[in-house]
């Protein structure tokens, strides 16, 4: 069964760092180019990053740019999100997703139409 779980959020003061996880289990993530998704109250869901599926290259939104960064570990079959300088704008629930699979490489977008599994989000609080 292809799955994403993800974990790691929490309530954290402002400034503060977190690293979410997420999880695959069914299929190999590294095959994947994989996008992190955030979605804040009464607001549309957003593109925060995502990660190449063959050179790990990887694009931000800019209002995470220099503060958010994506990484994997494929002995885990798992990407991560690490957040620092984190503020009251960046809460909300947050979601990973797998690009559309390719045999061919990846340059990830921020689209969720190019987006076709989702794990069930973790939530992310910032406040004093």
């Known amino acids: 069964q292809v799955q994403l779980v993800e974990s790691g959020g929490g309530l954290v003061q402002p400034g503060g760092s977190l690293r979410l996880s997420c999880a695959a289990s069914g299929f190999t993530l590294d ?3 994989v ?3 955030r979605q804040a109250p009464g607001k549309e869901r957003e593109g925060v990053l995502c990660i190449n599926n063959k050179d ?3 694009r931000s939104s800019d209002s995470v740019k220099g ?10 079959n798992t990407v991560y999100l690490q957040m620092n300088s984190l503020s009251p704008e960046d809460t909300a629930v947050y979601y990973c997703a797998t690009h559309k ?5 990846i340059t990830c977008d921020m689209r969720e139409s190019s987006y076709d599994y989702w794990g069930q989000g973790t939530q992310v609080t910032v406040s004093p």
Do not use: Q
């Not at 503060?67 to 885990?76: C, V």
């Not at 699979?101 to 490489?105: D, K, R």
């Open 101 to 105: 699979f390719s045999l061919f490489p």
């Open 31 to 33: 095959n994947y180019a």
């Open 67 to 76: 503060r958010f960064t994506i990484s994997r570990d494929n002995a885990k």
């Open 35 to 37: 996008g992190w998704f």
């Open 56 to 58: 790990d290259n990887t």
